[in-house]
């Protein structure tokens, strides 16, 4: 049976209690770091058994760069050894071999100790306690004591020393890990606010280019509307000069030169016989007036066809398809009912149908053109599809198509739509879709 402790050795298992619980306290405190580290050395300062000195310190240990720093320190120090005393490298004296070996390290005097590198003038001698700060292998820092030279060492001061720098190293690893987190949550905050700040401009300047670009389009789209309205004015002036010139040319001009014909005819029956010579005069003349009449009937309907006016778009429609029969290779397959349009929308469907066979003429090389129209509801669908070698997509949105361009704008201005269908090889098919008033 092991035997039971004497008084005095209970009174020092209990004061290691009171300095283990009350270190442990002071390590579980609100306060900072550095003022709760200096709180521990006094309170291990007091602890007499120990017989230290009211002078200690602890440094920090810098893995990287293998060294300690010097954190604080509790008690008188001369300017030279705080000066000097710094940074010390591992391995380097007492306090350095410690964080070397991670063991406890114990020393009866600095001046018979060979391990003490470090003199300075003016040194009084003393011992040490050197005590690792580590926490599972880690090494946090190293904690020294000064004591008397020659101390009667504590018998459980190894132990006691041992768990404190455990409590110690824990309390600090978990500091730096709060100091670090505090350092990112600050610099996260401050990056946030300064985002905030960023976006917040960046925001303005977006409102800002967006009020910019909007009115900007609203300008441009009332621009473009200007322009589409002053576009159309002027086909309907073009269309009423026409229509005017027409109606003069094949009225007064044609009438001139129908009456100029009766004279000739009249003139002709009152030629002597003996006077040939002037008969085939006149003959000739006839002929050049019968001539100039045809001119001026074709010109006539170039410029307005009366057809149109007269028997409306589909009679219009046909005329043309036959006019175009005779001067090209062209065949027609017309499938067109008679629709009761407005004067302006008639116009404007013909010269669509124009614009286009302009176009089959010049560019499709095709023989055969399909004409359709399908009324649907209040829509009107027109169709106007060649056989011939089709044209390349690029083409229809060409800044330099001016014809295609002219139709868009034409249908654009009717609220209609327009679209252009083509396959190289496969022809091209032109489909208009116009609403009708009720």
């Known amino acids: 049976m092991s035997s039971k402790p004497t008084e005095s050795e209970s009174r020092l298992l209990t004061q290691e209690y009171e300095v283990l619980h009350e270190v442990a306290r002071v390590l579980h405190s609100s306060q900072?770091?550095?003022?709760?580290?200096?709180?521990?050395?006094?309170?291990?300062?007091?602890?007499?058994e120990l017989k230290v000195e009211r002078k200690a310190g602890i440094f920090l240990a810098d893995p990287d760069k293998k060294v300690l720093n010097l954190y604080c320190t509790l008690g008188e120090f001369t300017s030279v050894f705080l000066e000097n005393e710094q940074v010390i490298p591992y391995g380097d004296c007492l306090c350095g071999r410690v964080a070397e070996s991670g063991e406890l390290l114990m020393s009866e005097s600095c001046f018979s100790d060979a391990r003490h590198e470090r003199?300075?003038?003016?040194?009084?001698?003393?011992?040490?306690?050197?005590?690792?700060?580590?926490?599972?292998?880690?090494?946090?820092?190293?904690?020294?004591?000064?004591?008397?030279?020659?101390?009667?060492?504590?018998?459980?001061?190894?132990?006691?020393?041992l768990s404190i720098?455990?409590?110690?190293?824990?309390?600090?690893?978990?500091?730096?890990?709060?100091?670090?987190?505090?350092?990112?949550?600050?610099?996260?905050?401050?990056?946030?606010?300064?985002?905030?700040?960023?976006?917040?401009?960046?925001?303005?300047?977006?409102?800002?280019?967006?009020?910019?670009?909007?009115?900007?389009?609203?300008?441009?789209?009332?621009?473009?509307?200007?322009?589409?309205?002053?576009?159309?004015?002027?086909?309907?002036?073009?269309e009423e000069e026409?229509?005017?010139?027409?109606?003069?040319?094949?009225?007064?001009?044609?009438?001139?030169?129908?009456?100029?014909?009766?004279?000739?005819?009249?003139?002709?029956?009152?030629?002597?016989?003996?006077?040939?010579?002037?008969a085939e005069r006149v003959q000739s003349m006839s002929g050049l007036i019968d001539s100039t009449i045809t001119s001026v009937q074709r010109i006539s309907s170039e410029l307005r066809p009366q057809i149109l006016d007269v028997m409306g778009l589909c009679e219009a429609i046909a005329w043309q398809a036959k006019e175009y029969q005779k001067r090209t290779n062209l065949q027609f397959d017309l499938n067109c009912e008679h629709i009761p349009l407005n004067k302006e929308l008639t116009t404007d469907l013909f010269r669509i149908f124009q614009e286009a066979l302009t176009n089959v003429v010049r560019h499709a090389e095709a023989d055969r053109v399909r004409v359709g129209f399908l009324q649907k509801g209040n829509r009107l669908t027109?169709?106007?599809?060649?056989?011939?070698k089709g044209m390349p997509l690029e083409k229809i949105d060409h800044s330099q198509s001016l014809g295609l361009i002219g139709i868009r704008e034409r249908i654009l201005f009717l609220d209609g739509d327009v679209e252009f269908l083509s396959k190289p090889g496969e022809g091209t098919k032109v489909v208009v879709n116009i609403p009708l008033e009720p």
């Not at 129908?258 to 009152?270: F, G, N, Q, R, S």
């Open 32 to 48: 900072g770091m550095k003022s709760m580290l200096e709180n521990v050395l006094l309170v291990l300062t007091g602890f007499d």
């Open 119 to 161: 003199r300075y003038e003016g040194m009084q001698a003393h011992g040490h306690y050197i005590v690792p700060l580590k926490t599972r292998e880690k090494l946090l820092g190293v904690m020294f004591l000064y004591t008397n030279t020659n101390p009667s060492w504590y018998k459980h001061s190894q132990e006691v020393l």
């Open 165 to 238: 720098g455990g409590l110690v190293a824990d309390a600090i690893e978990h500091s730096l890990v709060e100091e670090e987190l505090t350092r990112y949550r600050n610099e996260l905050e401050e990056r946030v606010v300064e985002r905030n700040i960023d976006l917040k401009q960046v925001n303005t300047t977006l409102q800002k280019e967006v009020v910019e670009r909007t009115n900007a389009e609203n300008e441009l789209k009332n621009i473009r509307e200007q322009l589409r309205n002053l576009s159309n004015h002027l086909q309907n002036i073009r």
């Open 242 to 278: 026409k229509t005017r010139i027409a109606r003069e040319v094949h009225d007064e001009l044609g009438q001139s030169l129908t009456a100029l014909k009766m004279d000739l005819v009249c003139l002709k029956d009152e030629l002597p016989e003996q006077r040939a010579e002037l």
């Open 382 to 388: 027109m169709e106007i599809e060649d056989n011939g």
